[in-house]
């Protein structure tokens, strides 16, 4: 994004999104939404980046999850960038001993990066969560 593009901020619906990620992408599993603490303890992203954010993580049994982050500043989105690929980098050291069947998802999730917006989308279904992603403005 060149410099004179201010006047096409995005503005992307996250609650939609989630919602949308979780009934049509996760209906292999249960998601749980978690908090600020938790959050920074698993992606190490400091809250006071961010002006909104959902992070939905399974119940273990597979390693879906959704995490979609609005930084308070467009120079926020690479530290949640390296959160991001922090945390599935975590998960797929932990899943490769006790569910491998688990890590291809985690490998070919791709991470959505738009304006002051960044998201990620864990699932079996890598090709329904780029049609959403790009509904929702990503």
């Known amino acids: 994004s060149g410099c004179g593009s201010e006047e096409e901020t995005v503005v992307i619906d996250i609650d939609g999104l989630v919602t949308e990620l979780t009934e049509t992408v996760m209906t292999d599993d249960i998601l749980t939404e978690i908090d600020g603490d938790y959050m920074s303890e698993l992606y190490g992203i400091n809250v006071d980046l961010l002006a909104d954010y959902h992070v939905l993580l399974s119940s273990g049994a ?13 120079s926020g ?6 959160g991001i690929e922090m945390r599935i980098q975590d998960q797929i050291d932990s899943y490769s001993s006790y569910g491998p069947q688990e890590v291809p998802k985690l490998e070919s999730a791709e991470i959505y990066v738009r304006d002051t917006y960044v998201a990620v989308c ?3 279904d890598d090709a329904a969560v780029d049609e959403i992603m790009e509904e929702y403005g990503f």
């Open 122 to 124: 864990v699932s079996s």
């Open 77 to 82: 989105t690479e530290t949640v960038q390296e």
């Open 62 to 74: 597979t390693a879906n999850e959704i995490a979609v982050f609005e930084c308070k500043e467009e």
